[in-house]
């Protein structure tokens, strides 16, 4: 079965600490890897997207990593700022074309809070 | 600013009432999509349209009637729902179907705040 995990569930940290979200996915065939920022009652706005072959993808203070072995991905955030607080979702692509969920898989996400 | 636009941000409504969701996006893309999200849950799909048919119809009620007006427009028409159908509705579109299999972006509208009461 197509699963995305996502750890941890919910995460505070302090304004201006880095942290480190994790996404660990069981997808076949897999396509490719994205990260998206929800705030609270908004639409997610995309971060990243990584195929198999992309170690690594930043996006300003965001960074992404990608681990097609061990089916791992990261999302690094440097630097935090008060407006990073919003939950952080993991959405994998499935290369089935007629799949379900139009080939994406959702994590549950990480909800950060960023705390002054 | 999102470039996939919904109408409304927030509509409450009876479980008697007939409304409608309305999403918008100029960006040429031919696939669209609707998505149902409960609070602290990813979202759920619900309708794909790809060059303006229904591709996906994942096993929703008919109680929620999509429509494909044209390539920029995407309805979504509710009659006779349940308080337990209150969640953000969320339009999103991508270039097409096959693009999510490559790097194609999916871009998300705001979302529609729906409360049935």
């Known amino acids: 079965k197509n699963q995305v995990e996502q750890s941890p569930q919910s995460l505070i940290i302090l304004e201006g600490k880095n942290c480190t979200l994790q996404?660990?996915?069981?997808?076949?065939?897999?396509?490719?890897l994205r990260w998206y920022k929800q705030d609270t009652g908004r639409g997610p706005v995309s971060l990243t997207i990584?195929?198999?072959?992309?170690n690594t993808k930043s996006n300003g203070r965001y960074t992404a990593t990608l681990d097609a072995d061990t089916k791992q991905s990261s999302l690094h955030i440097t630097a935090s700022q008060l407006s990073d607080s919003a939950s952080y979702i993991c959405?994998?692509?499935?290369?089935?074309?007629?799949?379900?969920?139009?080939?994406?898989?959702f994590g549950k996400g990480t909800k950060l809070s960023v705390k002054p | 600013d999102t470039e996939v636009t919904q109408t409304p941000k927030h509509l409450v409504m009876g479980m008697t009432n007939k409304k409608s969701l309305k999403c918008e996006q100029h960006?040429?893309?031919?696939?669209m999509y609707w998505y149902k999200q409960k609070a602290k849950k990813p979202p759920e799909l619900m309708f794909v349209?790809?060059?303006?048919?229904?591709?996906i119809n994942e096993s929703v009620p008919s109680r929620f009637s999509p429509e494909c007006p044209n390539s920029s427009l995407l309805n979504l028409h509710l009659h006779a729902l349940q308080p337990e159908d209150s969640a953000l509705y969320l339009c999103?579109?991508?270039?097409?179907?096959?693009?999510?299999?490559?790097?194609?972006?999916?871009?998300f509208g705001e979302g529609s705040r729906l409360t049935v009461l």
């Open positions: 959405v994998v692509s499935a290369g089935s074309y007629g799949g379900s969920q139009g080939n994406l898989i």
């Open positions: 996404c660990n996915y069981t997808v076949s065939p897999f396509s490719n």
């Open positions: 999103a579109s991508s270039q097409d179907r096959a693009g999510l299999s490559n790097t194609g972006e999916l871009f």
């Open positions: 990584m195929t198999f072959s992309e």
């Open positions: 960006m040429g893309h031919r696939a």
């Open positions: 349209y790809s060059y303006e048919k229904l591709s």
